[in-house]
């Protein structure tokens, strides 16, 4: 029954923005029901961010596949997410990835995370409790890296963290406006950035909260 809603889900996100086919079908593929909370389940295929507690946020469908498509999955083997939040980013990932490794520094949603990725019998997204500003070094370096927070900058152990041309998408605060921005690492630096477009998203912030 999924599979249907998916679709038209996928359908409702074409008509706003061009999805790739691979993108369609990793999205098309996750019951995204299962990523929601119990109470907003009948909104789970709508267009709209919805609340999850710990003043978080579930993106919407919309910006979760254009993330996906503009970190231009195709070859990338190992991908970092920055802001785990409710693992359906990270599960929409782990369709286009060999492996999956997501941080979130806010331990109720992970673990929370933790049990929707278990329910749903995938085994290639690895979770991690930690201020993602940290990076994960033990499975560096990363083809691609995700923020799916608002940082004001990317730090430079993330930048160390992204493989040589690997693709890094963040949004970015510039001035007083969010904005995506797509990075590549040429000469272990990172390129000027392509400015993609506005958005809004919860911001970056330091440290863990148990």
Same mark, same amino acid.
Not at 69 to 74: A, C, F, G
């Given at each position: %029954?999924? /599979?249907?809603?998916?679709?038209?889900?996928?359908?409702?996100?074409?008509?706003?923005?061009?999805?790739?086919?691979?993108? +369609? *079908?990793?999205?098309?593929?996750?019951?995204?029901?299962?990523?929601? &909370?119990?109470?907003?389940?009948?909104?789970?295929?709508? $267009?709209?961010?919805?609340? %999850?507690?710990?003043?978080?946020?579930?993106?919407?469908?919309?910006?979760?596949?254009? %993330? !996906?498509?503009?970190?231009?999955? *195709?070859?990338?083997?190992?991908?970092?997410?920055?802001?785990?939040?409710?693992?359906?980013?990270?599960?929409?990932?782990?369709?286009?990835?060999?492996?999956?490794?997501?941080?979130? /520094?806010? *331990?109720?949603?992970?673990?929370?995370? +933790?049990? /929707?990725? +278990?329910?749903?019998?995938?085994? =290639?997204? =690895?979770? +991690?409790? #930690?201020?993602?500003?940290?990076?994960?070094?033990?499975?560096?370096?990363?083809? /691609?890296?995700?923020?799916?927070?608002?940082?004001?900058?990317? &730090?430079?152990?993330?930048?160390?963290?992204?493989?040589?041309?690997?693709? $890094?998408?963040?949004?970015?605060? #510039?001035?007083? !406006?969010?904005?995506? %921005?797509?990075?590549?690492?040429?000469?272990?630096?990172?390129?000027?950035?392509?400015?993609?477009?506005?958005?809004?998203?919860?911001?970056? $912030? #330091?440290?863990?909260?148990?």
């Amino acid at each position: %029954m999924f /599979r249907i809603k998916s679709h038209l889900m996928c359908h409702q996100i074409a008509e706003k923005f061009p999805l790739q086919d691979n993108v +369609k *079908e990793a999205i098309s593929s996750i019951d995204r029901e299962l990523f929601v &909370p119990s109470s907003l389940k009948h909104l789970a295929y709508n $267009l709209d961010a919805l609340p %999850m507690g710990a003043d978080q946020w579930i993106s919407s469908p919309l910006t979760v596949a254009k %993330m !996906t498509q503009y970190l231009i999955p *195709e070859g990338g083997d190992s991908v970092l997410e920055i802001g785990c939040g409710s693992g359906y980013q990270a599960m929409v990932l782990s369709k286009l990835f060999r492996r999956v490794f997501s941080i979130e /520094r806010i *331990e109720k949603l992970l673990l929370e995370a +933790k049990e /929707r990725i +278990k329910k749903s019998g995938i085994s =290639n997204i =690895n979770t +991690k409790l #930690d201020d993602g500003q940290n990076g994960w070094s033990a499975f560096a370096p990363y083809d /691609r890296i995700m923020f799916s927070a608002c940082v004001k900058k990317i &730090p430079e152990a993330i930048v160390e963290q992204l493989e040589e041309d690997g693709i $890094l998408v963040a949004p970015i605060l #510039d001035g007083d !406006t969010q904005v995506i %921005m797509r990075f590549r690492k040429k000469n272990n630096r990172l390129s000027a950035p392509e400015i993609l477009e506005k958005c809004l998203f919860v911001p970056v $912030l #330091d440290g863990v909260m148990r």
